[in-house]
Structure formats: structure tokens, C-alpha cells
């Protein structure tokens, strides 16, 4: 038997059907155009089009063959499975681990959260502060007392009448020790809340009791006299919530429209016990949709609330599916089984190049600034000469463009732009390899032999290996010092860089908006005490600066103060300020009406679903 | 037999304990908690953090409370005494579930063929039938015709099959059946018809395929060349008869084996699988429950697959002495 | 030529011939028959050509990668292989300069093909090794043993089988990362041992059953009658006939072990990512693999190399496999 015979018609075998599968792969991935003659697409449309209008009268799924108009008669044939609904069918990727108001953190989470509820007030187009539940607010002459007014006949999607006590227990539910949410801290400002928050379980009763009182005291719920709402209350009538402040807060009317003041209901949520957010009998809620049905990690169907007091969206349905691999979630937005994907950066440059999804690409300024942060405390980051050094070495514009493959804006500040308190212009410690190596023989160490070892510690993904190897090796292109790249687990590093005895020298982190306001920038972070306490930051001057900012009820005054805070910390150096994200994602031609904000990092629109429509007409176009 | 199959019960008990007691400690060396969540969003704050481990008991020492009265009042006792009680414990990425429920609990009042692990196990079952009804005809086919296309063909699969990542493997049959030849959806939104089902589980069942094809064709090389096979031809017997009878029976002792394991294997879903195409499966508990320091769902996860494996080896141990009655289980 | 001619003079003479090769020559052993079988099956030779080729492209991929493979080249990201000018990605097509196209940093696929050869052989075959030991003595051991063996040998298989592997990897990772055995080859010393660690039960179990199949065949009895010893029965009559599932075996895991290695990168549990190209352990087959998957949409053509290279490998044991199990059974003359 020569079995030397078979071997290479074997190899070469396999070697064909790689090259074929992957050649298959490739094809999918840009379909070949059908090539077909004018007259046939045309009475093909002519046919199809009669198929759907029957069908649409009938409201009937039908398979339906969409021809699109390509250069030199070339036409995409693309088939769909739309309905004669207007469905906006959306990949969110992930599926949340709670749909909770008062206990979720996540932007998948508060995506599902935006849509059933509404908050006391919300966020316009330009991220203004703008009425939504209450009809208006007022805060008192010291700052310290904040009384909203409800609208009238606000109901929820059952029909139950919503009134002040419903957020006086949202709120409470927030701040009480049992709910221990990951937002907690957000309404700290409420007179009593730390106290309460912080109350170990074996407190004993009374005193539990009594820090539960100074709470219920100072986020009272009243009828229209100021009198405290009492259980015989008629539900019309108890329209005011009255909160008492421990300081002056005149960002407090934005964080009253934030998730974790959504009015859940808490005769539903003893009626679930703990899991009650799970299900559609008990996630029911003042906001624009309605979750009709929620499948774990399948699907979850909303549809339009028809006691919304804004009026009813329009779109018939909305529904999100979690496919959590990027490169299938673009391929099923391809086949048309999604009229909303992310754009990942992978991906960006096939779309930019096909003339067809070209214009399908959103890609606008996101909420989020990134920074390459420095240990205050350890060597040799302990010289602000070596800082900013480090800091020089670093071509944004470069990172942008080779690491983030465009899907990003390179920054030197802190608050991003399209936020209250972006400075525009800044040009403090950009790159400028000259002068990085002239910082860098100015520190205490003189030159880079002398350096302590510096190691870049990160979380390990194959996209953060890339990462970071880039940074390491600018770093050693421009100053010459050799960096040891740490890669660290996961959750290992989160629990790492919680701490700050155990955070490392440098690593990268970011911090998104919970608010537009620079106190959620600039106090939140940078404050002693705050997230910036992880890398050992703190500055007396500074503190003393956003202090006064954040208490100062002038508009202007406040702003300017803001300013000022953010140029002394820019002046410093603490860390490298590096790049702001942007929201990317693929949208059908037949999605109108979406209102893009930075705040998207759900889904495009997601600030106002109410304007977001579906044009079935050019669906079947 | 009996006796045997009760003996092996029993033992399933040191086993288990074993298991519990390893995943244990090393989940506990493990640095990080279940409140250290994505560095980049907002952390539960230390506070509350030290309240959450109040409530869920993690403050109390892992093995022996010596500072207490009573020396057992530790997180490992507390958790042995809950699954004395079939009480897996809490989940801590799934704040207020019960891990019980979660695996085995469908949503909305639902059958529990519609839980996590119904799922899981259906997918699982289909996966296994895919591979079998492949695998070994193809194995046979493969030995009888050996250096012939046929045999190439079983060779090229199984290469694939194991030489390419399912990932790979997920996204070029999307490719094929979904955008190229639109025979079914890539976005599976209902599962309740069996048509979505045949892609991934195909998908599941492809590696284990590959695997008993060459498996199957092996022994069968190993037993065609056996005398008792000549025998059986030169008494004159039917060739089918043959194959089926004497060379299949005895040449399924190694696919027995491997069976056993891949069935615990499959039934207990793939991180992968669920991730592409977004199925309810119990995969990604696995995988996430150690990423995010779940530690009730560790435990319920890995004791879980540890019953399963210990029952299927059981399973393979029994069939053995009926392929081959000369081996005695004992 | 100086070596051709030495051997030369020494080749002995007529008679020194046939006494070397019939007086002096040591009774055929089971082992040195096999290899000269094993020398004249093309194809098992043809896969050990194979796999030395992949060997010697670990050891000189310095010499033989055109470009650095952690160098990156601006403007260059998601080029396609040369042969392609109209590929997904228009912006670029293929050129000579970079004959697999370039991964999303712009980095030649070509050369880390070839580095990634280093990694994926260390990690396919040495962890290999450790479990072909572990899992054949205590396999051979739980078959042929006391019936009390077996069933603590093989509960404890069930244990190993039901450990978390994950959380092991990340235990020992985390916990030793930074000692001397985590330092040690950029991790991969600690990578392979935590692979082999779990994976050998599979074989054991897959020997055990042959073997126990195995003992109560006509040729062991007739072994043990001859006064066989127990050793001598185990090692030359029932592993050998129990080649063909442990051959099937190895090839299926060294691929796996090759990808596993790559998921345990995505997981966060890799190896040290390095700028230094004189680090020996830089890139895997693994890590373009997932690389390629990201990219599918982009460039998937970052998939082919590596996808043909484990191929290979996978056909290149299968052969061998074979060609050994010929070789050893003494009816398949």
C-alpha cells in the first residue's frame, strides 16, 4: 500500500476547503452583489411590493425581498423578516444582572430601567435639567430645602395613581441600609441618608428607628397645604415632596431624574419578594414603554405606555436581544434581524468602505474620559516632573487612530466636551516628545537609569494586551524607560485598584457621567475622600475650590469656580489625561427621529424614545 | 449488581464532599469578592460593602469560628448545612436569587424544562444524538473503507472539527445557512420550535464528533484484524452481521468511555454557545460565577457537574459488562 | 562531505557485516521491530517531517519572520493577504511586504504566525507529555489493579474531573504569577502545568476501560501462563494493544490544549504580553485565532495561518499515530 501517495492530496485537500471556508466567511462578510437585468428587478418589485401590501392589511409576517439600486445595475438583494409593526429591534449584548431602580449601576441595566420609568425631572437634547414627573421644583433661599411639585393625573401603566409618596419611597428605598444598591451614595446629600445608609444590621432597634426618622423626615411627601401625607391621603391630593438637605446641592434636581429614583412600587416589589424585578407582572412603571415580556437572556419586549403623560411613542414595540459577540450581532444587523447594533472598531473600517452602510454609521461624542493614572504615592510617580513627563510621551492623536481605530477623541482635560465645564483648548502636557525628555531630566532622578522599575498593570483582555502594549512602547520610543507590562485578572484587578495600598503604579481607568454636572466631574472624583483617594490624590486648595463650587447657587458663579478647579488639577499633572469615548453604533435607514446625546451608551436615542420611529415604507423601499 | 450500583452511590458522597471542600478553598484564594465588579463603572461603596458581607454571612471565618461559642458557626458548616437541605445558597452577581432557582427554576411559572438547565440539558441531549448518529457511522465507514475517500472525508471532519475553535466553527455555519442560504434566523428570539436548536446544537456536538469518528474508526481497525473476526467470516456469516454483531460491540468499549464525560460536558451548556447566540443556558454561569466571585453559584455549578459525571461514569462502568460481559464490575 | 566519507571507511567488512547482523545483533525487542516498521511508513514519516518543520520554525523564527511581530505598522491595520487586492477591506489591499496581511495594529500576520509557532508547540506538546504519563500509569494501573485500586483510582478521576478548572487557572496564576515558576518563560511554565493538571483524567479513564477489556482477552491469560510478570504484561502486551484510543487521544488534545491556551488569554489568564522581540514567548497561533474572530468581519483572513498550522499539526499526529499503531500491532505485518 503506498500511503506516501495520499498525503499530499490529503494536505492539499484540506488546505482547498480552509481556503474555501474562509473565502465562504469573507463573501458573507461583503455578500456578492446578485448581478441581475433592469427588467427583472423591476417587475420583482412590482410583485414583491403587492405581496406586502396584502400582507400589511392582513397583518401577517411575510418574507419580503428588499432590492436596493446599486452603481452599474448591480443590485443587493437583501431579505427581511419585518412585521407591519414598527418594532426597533436592538442589541444590547448584555444581559443585566438586575433590572432593579434602586440597585442597578449598569448602562445595560438602566437601558431596560429609562424605558419602563421616569425620574422627577430629565434631560433634554442639550442635557439640560428639564420637568418630567414634577412639573416644576424650587429650591429654598439657603439652598437646603428642595421642594418638587407634581404633575397632575400622572399615572402608572395600570392605571394606579402616582403621587409623591411613591418617590418618597424610591428615594428612601435608595438610601435604606436593607437595599444596599450600588448608587446608594448618590443621594448622600439628603439630611440623614449617610447615617441611615451606613447603619450596621445590628444597630439596635431603636436607634435604627431613629435614624430611619430623620430620613422620612427630610424626604416628606405633602399635599398642597405642606401637610406631611398620612396614609388617608388621597392619592390626587399628595402632589409635593419637600427634601431636606445637609448642605446646599443645586445639582440635586438632576440626580432627582436619575434611575435610582424611579418610583417602583412597593406593595409589587413585597408581592415578588427579591427577585421581583424579573418579571413583567411586577416591573410596572410611569415611563414611556411598558416590558410586555421578559425572557432571560433571550429577549425583552416593550411596548408604548398609554398613560405616558408626554403622549404615546411611536413605535408599536421596541426589543432587545443580548448576543454578546460582536462579530455575529454585525452579521444578523447585515441579514436585517436587527435595526440597531454597537459599531465596534473592528468593524469600522468595513463599513466605512461599503457604500451601502457607509451613512448607516453614528459615531458622536460619548460620556466618558479615560486617563493613564498615576500612583500619587508611589515612585516614580511621586514627581510631578516625571508625571508630565510620562504624560508628554503619549501621542493622543496617534492612540486614537492605531489603537482605538478612530472610535474615540483624543482629550487633555477632564470633563469631556458636549458636558457643562469642558475647557476647549487645553494644551497642557500633550505630546511633545522634546519636552517629556526635558521633564524627565529635570525630576529628582535626573535620567531614566536611574528611574525605579515602573510596571503597567491592567486588566487582561486581548483588546487591553494591544492596549497597553502600545503604551509601553511609545513610553520606551520617546523616554527610553522600559516598562513591565502586568496583565492581572479580571475581578483581581478591580478589587487591586480599589484599594489604595494596593492600586498600582499606573494603570488606566475612566470615569463616565452619572449626571451632567462638573460636581459629578470634578467633586465626586477629586474630592479627598472621593474615587480619586484610589491613586492617593488629594489637594487641599482643590477641595477648598469645589467645596465652594459646589454650594454656590449662582449659575454663573458656579460655573466659573468649576473652571478654576479643573485648571488647578490639570496644572499638576495627577495623571495623563488620554481620550474621551464616543458612542458608535450601525441604524437602519428606516429608524427616524432619533435624538442623539452623549448620554447614548444604551442605544441611540435612548433619551427620548418617544421621537424614534420606524418608516416602513422605505423598509420595503 | 445491585449491591455494586449502591456501593458506587455511597461512594458518591466522599466524592462530593471532596469536590465541595476544594472549590471551597480555592475560591476563597481567589483575590477579589463578589462586589468587585468592572473597574471602569461606580463600586459598591466600602460601607455597604461591609454591610452586604454582614448580611450574606462572608465576614464569618471560612473553616472554624474560634471566636464564637460554637466552632462550626463558619461559612464553610453554613454552606454544608444548606446543602444538606438542597439549599445551594444566594447568588451574588444576581442579587436576591436563590441559586436553586436560577439553575433550576424557569421563569414566570413555566415548566422546568424552561430553566437554565432545562435549556441546557435539551441543547445538551441534541447535541450528543447529533454527534452519535454521525460520529459512529461515520467511524465504521471510515474503517471498513479504509485510504479511500470516504475515510479522508471522516479524516478532513475531525480535523476541523478539532483544529478550528467553535467560534470559528458558529460563525462560518451562520454564514452558510443563515446569511447565505437564509434557512434560518442568526437572532433567535423564540425557542420554543425545534428549528433554531439543530445549529447550535450541531455546533456543540461537532468536537465530540469529530472525536468518537476517529475514536470508533480506531478500534474497529484495532478489532478487524482480530482472529475471532476471521473466525466469524469463515463460519460464513453475513458480513453485516459481522460488523454489527461481533467488530461494533467490541470495539464500542473506548466510545462508552468518552461518552460518559461528554455527556456531563455537554448538558452543562457552553460559555461560548450562549455568548454567540444568546441562548438561556447555564454555560455562562459557570464562567461568570468564578469571574465575579459568585461563590454560592461556584459551588452550585461545580457540584452540580461533579453529580452529573460521577452518574455518567456510573452509567459507563455498568455498560461496560454488558458490551463485554468478561469485564466484572464486580 | 567529511561526514559521508568516514562513514565510508568505516564499513566493515564481509564477514564483520554478517556477524553484526546476525550474531552480534540483540534478539528483536517489540520496541526496536516497531521502528524499523515505523521508518518504512512514508506517511507517519511524512507527519514527523511535519512536525520537526514546526519545530524548526519555532526555534528560528527570528531568522525567518520578515518583520518584528509586536512591531506595529500605522496605516497598515487589516490588510489582506497579498493574493487579495478586493478584499472586505478596500482602504487596503494585500501587498508582498506583509504576505498574510496585517492583524488590527498592523502588525505582520506572517511573522506572528511564525513566533506564534514557539508558544502553540510548547503548549501543545509538553503539557501533552506530563498527561500521556500520569493518565497511562494510573489508566493501567486502575484496569489491571485490585478492584479497591480501580475504585479509588477512579473516584479520584471523578473529583479531578469535576474541578473547576477556571478557578484553578486563576488560583495558580494569581497566586504564583509573580514567584520564579510565574516569571519563568513569560508564565508558560505555570500555564502548562495548571493545563496538565486537569486534562490527563480523560485519558486514564479511556486506558482503564481498555485495559480492563483487555486483561480477560485469550493473549493475557496466554501471557500470564508463560509466567509473565505483572510489569511485562502490562507494559508489553496491554498498553500496546491499547495504542489506537490513546493515539486518537493525543492528536485530538493537542489542538485543544493549543486553543485552550488561547480562551484562557480571553479570559484574562494569558501569558505576558511583551514589546521586547527578543522575549522567546511573545505571540501564539491561539491569540491570532481569537484575533481573526474579532476581525471576521474585517480581515478574516487572520484565521487561515493559524487554522492550517493546528490543522497540520492535527494531521501530522493523526499519521504518525497511525503509522506507531501499525507499527506496534505484530498482526499487521
Known sequence: ?621 | MTKYIVRRLLWMIPVILVVTLITFTLMHMAPGGPWDRDPGARQVDARTQQLLNTRFGLDKPLFFNFSDGNPLDSQFFGYLWGLVHLDLGPSYRIRGADVQDLLFKAPEDKPWWESKFGYSLRLGLYALVFSIIIGIPLGIVAALKQNTVVDYLSLFVATFGVSVPSFVIALFFIIIFAVGLHMVDIVIRDWSSFKPWIIPAAILGFPTMAFLTRLTRSSMLDIMTQDYIRTARSKGLHERRVVMLHMLKNSLIPVITILGPALAGLVTGSFIIEQIFGFPGIGREFVLSIQRRDYSMIMGTTLLYAVLVAFANLAVDILYGFVDPRIKVE | MAVTTQTQAKVPSGMALLEDQFIKRPPRSLWSDAWRRLRNNTAAMAGLVVIIIFLLLAIFAPLLSPHNPVEFFPNNTYRPPFWVQNGVNPAAGGIASFPLGTDSLGADVFSRTIYGARVSMVVGFIPMLIILIVGLVIGVAAGYGSSRLDNLLMRFTDIVYAFPDLLFFIIVMVALRDSWIGQLLNGLVLLFVALAIVTWVGLARLVRGQVLSLKEKEFVEAARMVGAGNMRIMFRHLLPNSLGPIIVFTAFRIPNLIISEAILGYLGLGLRPSINAHDIFITSWGALLLEGQTAINAQPWILLAPAICVSLIVLAFNFLGDGLRDALDPRSK
Open chain 1, 1 to 621: 500500500m503506498n500511503r506516501f501517495s495520499r498525503l499530499p492530496v490529503m494536505l492539499g485537500v484540506v488546505a482547498a476547503l480552509f481556503v474555501g471556508a474562509i473565502a465562504l466567511g469573507a463573501c458573507g462578510a461583503t455578500p456578492t452583489p446578485e448581478v441581475r437585468t433592469v427588467e427583472k428587478v423591476v417587475t420583482q418589485i412590482v410583485e414583491k411590493e403587492k405581496v406586502v401590501e396584502k400582507a400589511v392589511q392582513q397583518t401577517v409576517v411575510v418574507q419580503q425581498t428588499v432590492v436596493v439600486e446599486k452603481e452599474k445595475v448591480v443590485d443587493k438583494v437583501i431579505t427581511a423578516t419585518p412585521t407591519s409593526e414598527k418594532v426597533l429591534r436592538i442589541n444590547l449584548a448584555t444581559y443585566p444582572d438586575t433590572i432593579d431602580p434602586q440597585k442597578s449601576s449598569f448602562v445595560n441595566e438602566i437601558a431596560h430601567l429609562k424605558l419602563i420609568y421616569e425620574g422627577l425631572t430629565r434631560l433634554d437634547k442639550d442635557l439640560n435639567t428639564v420637568p418630567a414627573a414634577a412639573e416644576k421644583w424650587a429650591f429654598s433661599q439657603d439652598g437646603k430645602t428642595l421642594t418638587f411639585t407634581l404633575r397632575k393625573g400622572l399615572k402608572y401603566s395600570d392605571g394606579t395613581v402616582l403621587d409623591a409618596r411613591r418617590f418618597a419611597f424610591a428615594i428612601k428605598r435608595n438610601i435604606n441600609p436593607a437595599t444596599a444598591g450600588e448608587y446608594a451614595q448618590i443621594t448622600d446629600e439628603v439630611m440623614g441618608a449617610p447615617e441611615w445608609r451606613g447603619a450596621d444590621a445590628k444597630t439596635p432597634k431603636e436607634a435604627m428607628a431613629k435614624l430611619e426618622a430623620t430620613v422620612t423626615d427630610s424626604v416628606a411627601a405633602m399635599d398642597a397645604s405642606g401637610k406631611v401625607c398620612s396614609k388617608d391621603t388621597k392619592a390626587e391630593d399628595c402632589l409635593t415632596l419637600k427634601l431636606t438637605l445637609s448642605k446646599p446641592a443645586p445639582y440635586f434636581a438632576t440626580i432627582m431624574g436619575l434611575w435610582v429614583t424611579y418610583p417602583a412600587r412597593e406593595e409589587l416589589i413585597t408581592q415578588g419578594k427579591e427577585t421581583w424585578w424579573n418579571s413583567s407582572k411586577f416591573q410596572i412603571g410611569n415611563g414611556p414603554f411598558v416590558l410586555k415580556n421578559l425572557e432571560p437572556y433571550v429577549r425583552a419586549r416593550f411596548v408604548p405606555n398609554t398613560n405616558y403623560w408626554r403622549g404615546l411613542a411611536k413605535l408599536n414595540a421596541i426589543e432587545f436581544s443580548y448576543i454578546t459577540d460582536s462579530a455575529i450581532g454585525f452579521q444578523a444587523y447585515k441579514n436585517n434581524e436587527f435595526d440597531i447594533v454597537p459599531l465596534v472598531a473592528e468593524d469600522l473600517k468595513t463599513v466605512q468602505a461599503d457604500a451601502n452602510m457607509k451613512d448607516q454609521a453614528n459615531v458622536y461624542a460619548g460620556s466618558c474620559t479615560f486617563a493613564v493614572m498615576f500612583h500619587q504615592q508611589k515612585e516614580p510617580f511621586t514627581d510631578p516632573k516625571v508625571r508630565q513627563a510620562f504624560s508628554m510621551a503619549l501621542d493622543r492623536e496617534g492612540w486614537v487612530r492605531d489603537v482605538l481605530q478612530g472610535l474615540g477623541a483624543p482629550t487633555l482635560t477632564w470633563i469631556p466636551p458636549g458636558f457643562p465645564g469642558y475647557k476647549k483648548g487645553e494644551t497642557r502636557w500633550g505630546f511633545d516628545a522634546a519636552a517629556a525628555k526635558k521633564a524627565l531630566s529635570e525630576s529628582k532622578y535626573g535620567s531614566v537609569d536611574k528611574l525605579p522599575p515602573v510596571k503597567l498593570t491592567f486588566s487582561d483582555s486581548p483588546r487591553n494586551r494591544t492596549r497597553y502594549t502600545w503604551l509601553a512602547g511609545k513610553w520606551k520610543d520617546v523616554l527610553g524607560v522600559t516598562v513591565t507590562l502586568d496583565p492581572v485578572e479580571p475581578t483581581t484587578y478591580t478589587a487591586l485598584t480599589k484599594n489604595v495600598a494596593t492600586a498600582p503604579q499606573a494603570y488606566i481607568l475612566g470615569w463616565c457621567a452619572d449626571y451632567p454636572d462638573p460636581q459629578n466631574w470634578l467633586s465626586v472624583y477629586w474630592h479627598t475622600g472621593g474615587f480619586g483617594s484610589r491613586i492617593a490624590y488629594s489637594n487641599a486648595d482643590l477641595d477648598k475650590a469645589m467645596d465652594a463650587a459646589d454650594v454656590e447657587l449662582d449659575t454663573a458663579k458656579r460655573a466659573d469656580l468649576y473652571a478654576k478647579a479643573q485648571d488647578m488639577l490639570v496644572a499638576e499633572a495627577p495623571v495623563a489625561f488620554m481620550w474621551n469615548n464616543v458612542n458608535s453604533y450601525l441604524v437602519k435607514p428606516w429608524v427616524t427621529g432619533i435624538v442623539k446625546t452623549s448620554n447614548d451608551s444604551d442605544f441611540p436615542g435612548s433619551g427620548d424614545p418617544l421621537t424614534i420611529d420606524i418608516d416602513l415604507s422605505k423598509m420595503k423601499k
